[in-house]
């Protein structure tokens, strides 16, 4: 097959993907995409040639998704497909009898059912003789609780795997339970998908090794350490290159030779260095999301990997850069948030996130620190990042603003600035979520009090037609409030155009209205706020009925409130017109 120099990458993150992009567009290849997600930053990196938006993503329905791909492979001549996230590899790897396995970087038949199951995964550790948390399978809370009680709390659960095609698109996650409220809490959602796994928690540090394998051979590897951690779990915001471990190699080694894995993975282990001892926490057998840290240390894993793949390489370089350090800048923004609300637990030292912070200068002093998203070459995708950061952070700011009490006085002026909109109103449009439960009964007893006033209700939750809840209807009855009959509205920009005001519940409301109207936020007005009480009046969505009729009584006092601003301003029209015209009476 004559090289063409052209790779097409499936997938949208800004870790892996953008990654696997930037590699190997950095190696003189044309680097194409599809099923990129419309808004992924990584759009915008400055080596990709083309997206080809048009190619339909994975549907059980049909199979036309993937002849539309086996078409557009051959008629662009790519010499590599390399789908990078579970949900472009699954349905590849669950076809791959259609395939041109040639052209298509995909797993053998072994090699993925083993990487994806984590149960069989720990079956060949075992097999292997490499170190593995005690854990009991459990389908149901009252064999969950048993195995806590053995292993004692915290605990993990894990699903046996993160994605199948029976839930495609819908993301399970690894889950630490710190109390036996907390399993119960955690594992039931969880049991819906299928059996978990419930492991003894194991004290340590997070460490990868990351390989490039061909036929059980390993031909090239890079090590990580995890600096930054989730207190609940999760992937690591911020990490550091550091030696390979002997002993960690030694154990990887011996999978991938059980596997007689060809490609590229992250075995991942936790180690304790004080007691000496690790674990095998999971192999992942697809790029992984702190690949920048590797590639910015020398550990080029994308174009290697093309190499070793079309062009039949063996040998890469040895020189890999110790105690260099890759940010995931915006989840590491979120750790600072919360390492920083831990301190105010009493929970961590407050020293911690000023010795990170001063960490993290030395790092950029020392040229040893790296951000992700944001390169030199490729500054977009990292300039847009720390816009969407810097918005946040403005989030953050605003909500704390609104909800801290002590900020009344200020927020006074905010309230003053509504009512002074809504005085001069005609037109106004009440807006939460999902529009069954709120919002209805604002609109509504909104219209009883204001019958002048052109007043709607609607949600952005993309569902229309839904009916509010039992609970809902019943506390909305005890204010005269009929909602049996109601159905939910999606809202759209005919309804909030020409409103004078766009009346909202609680924060979210204010962010998914803001991010899909950012022209209209000066009429958005919180409604909560009319009433001298908290701005944020909370959904009482899924609760019972005596918080339906708390929420309902402070919508139903702010609206008091409203239709007093309301009020003043009829009676000043009719006093207006009784000048001008004496016969007319006064209402």
Not at 117 to 127: C, E, F, N, P
Not at 279 to 292: A, D, M
Not at 451 to 463: C, D, F, K, R, T
Not at 534 to 551: H, K, M, Q, R, W
């Amino acid at each position: 097959m004559r090289q063409s120099k052209k790779v097409l990458v499936l997938g949208s993150d800004t870790r892996s993907f953008l990654s696997v992009v930037r590699s190997l567009g950095r190696g003189g290849l044309s680097v194409d995409s599809a099923w990129t997600h419309e808004s992924s930053l990584a759009r915008h990196s400055r080596y990709l040639r083309q997206i080809h938006d048009d190619l339909p993503a994975y549907t059980p329905a049909d199979m036309n998704w993937m002849a539309a791909l086996r078409e557009r492979v051959e008629r662009e001549g790519y010499d590599l497909v390399i789908p990078t996230s579970d949900t472009a590899i699954l349905p590849l790897q669950n076809h791959r009898d259609r395939i041109d396995l040639r052209r298509f970087y995909l797993l053998s038949e072994q090699a993925f059912e083993i990487t994806n199951d984590k149960s069989k995964t720990y079956h060949l550790a075992a097999k292997e003789n490499v170190p593995v948390p005690a854990q009991a399978l459990v389908r149901s809370v009252a064999e969950a609780e048993r195995a806590a009680g053995e292993f004692g709390y915290p605990v993990i659960l894990k699903p046996l795997t993160s994605f199948t095609l029976e839930n495609y698109g819908r993301k399970q996650f690894v889950r630490q339970a710190m109390s036996r409220a907390s399993l119960r809490q955690l594992l039931a959602p969880m049991l819906l998908q299928g059996a978990v796994a419930v492991q003894e928690f194991f004290r340590g540090i997070g460490v990868g090794v990351e390989v490039l394998a061909s036929e059980g051979e390993v031909l090239a590897s890079f090590q990580h350490q995890r600096v930054h951690e989730p207190r609940q779990g999760g992937g690591s915001s911020y990490r550091k290159s550091v030696k390979v471990d002997p002993e960690l190699f030694e154990m990887t080694k011996r999978l991938i030779k059980a596997l007689n894995y060809t490609g590229v993975c992250m075995v991942e282990f936790r180690m304790d260095p004080s007691a000496g001892q690790f674990i095998l926490v999971e192999i992942n057998g697809r790029f992984w999301g702190s690949l920048p840290l590797a590639i910015a240390a020398g550990a080029n894993f994308p174009l290697w990997l093309y190499q070793m793949w079309v062009e039949g390489c063996r040998e890469f370089s040895r020189e890999k850069r110790v105690g260099m350090y890759c940010r995931n800048l915006s989840p590491d923004v979120d750790w600072f948030i919360e390492t920083a609300r831990a301190n105010s637990e009493g929970s961590r030292s407050a020293k911690r996130v000023l010795n990170e912070v001063a960490s993290g200068i030395g790092h950029l002093l020392t040229l040893r620190e790296r951000v992700d998203t944001l390169v030199l070459d490729d500054l977009k995708p990292g300039i847009l990042e720390l816009r969407e950061i810097g918005q946040r952070l403005i989030d953050y700011a605003h909500r704390f603003f609104w909800s801290y009490p002590r900020l009344k006085g200020l927020r006074s002026l905010f309230v003053w600035k509504a009512r002074r909109r809504l005085r001069h109103g005609k037109k106004i449009i009440f807006v939460c979520k999902g529009n069954i439960c709120r919002s209805p009964f604002a609109a509504r007893y909104a219209k009883r009090l204001m019958p002048e006033l052109e007043i709607q209700s609607a949600g952005y939750y993309p569902a229309a037609n839904r009916s509010s809840p039992s609970e809902a209807v019943r506390a909305a009855a005890s204010f005269g409030i009929d909602l049996s009959q109601g159905r939910s509205s999606v809202v759209n920009r005919d309804m909030v155009r020409d409103v004078d005001a766009i009346l909202l519940f609680d924060h979210e409301n204010y962010v998914a209205m803001r991010n899909a109207y950012p022209d209209l936020t000066a009429k958005f007005v919180f409604l909560g706020a009319l009433d001298g009480g908290p701005s944020f009046i909370a959904d009482p969505f899924g609760e019972t009925l005596p918080n339906y009729l708390v929420t309902y009584q402070r919508i139903a006092r702010a609206i008091d409130g409203l239709s007093s601003v309301w009020n003043g301003r009829k009676i000043e029209i009719a006093a207006a017109r009784q000048a001008e015209s004496p016969s007319l009476p006064v209402d």
